[in-house]
């Protein structure tokens, strides 16, 4: 039986493995106990780059990438690679409408926000208007609103896309010049007291999306825009 046939049968079992959760009511999370301590033992950890958390080779505490000033953001981190248990729940999430994934995401990214960046305001990375209108809400949007609950810090949809190719079809050079004018700042919220902010994304690629916004968010006025990202990939 496929794992979509198991959860119409049983709504209260794990996403990743589909063992049956002990109970629908008291479950927390819409994962096992099991598959969870698997995700909390592959989140990163160690030597990484100071700014974009990538792995690092032989350079000592910025890669090579950043060294370049690559990225117009000041610091990301990430919580998982993207790969195993994480790559799987953020598909589901993404494209097979597994919206109650969000309140898992909400506490692993919740948390590290408290820890990493206490008291910095949230600004979610916008979904492109297709992947919007196909799953009927924005995916970061959703997220922030759980932590925004959850963890106390306000978050601020001041970032809007504009319809475009996606970028996950696109090469890296491709994924840069698509981004050219697609992300807009939307200063109808209340947002002129925002100095620094922490952008949030699911997967942090070639950090192309994330330095983009970071861009914008900067020409607005913002003089600090670090970046968490659920997985690194
Ligand atoms: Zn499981
Ligand atoms: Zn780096």
Redesign the pocket.
Known sequence: MTRDALSLLFPGSCLSCGTVLDSIETAEFPLCKECMTVLAHSQIYGAR??????HLISEIK??T??RGN?FSFDRAISLFEYTGIIKELIHQFKFEGRRSLAVYFADVLGKKAVDCFPGIPIVPVPSSPQSKKKRGWDQMRVIAKKIEKIANIPSFSVLDRKAGIQQKELGVIDRASNLKGSIVFDDSHESSELREVLLLDDVLTTGATASECARILKDNGIQKVYVLTLALD
């Not at 780059?49 to 990538?54: P, Q, R």
């Open positions: 780059c100071e700014v974009c958390s990538s910025i890669c990438r950043c690559a």
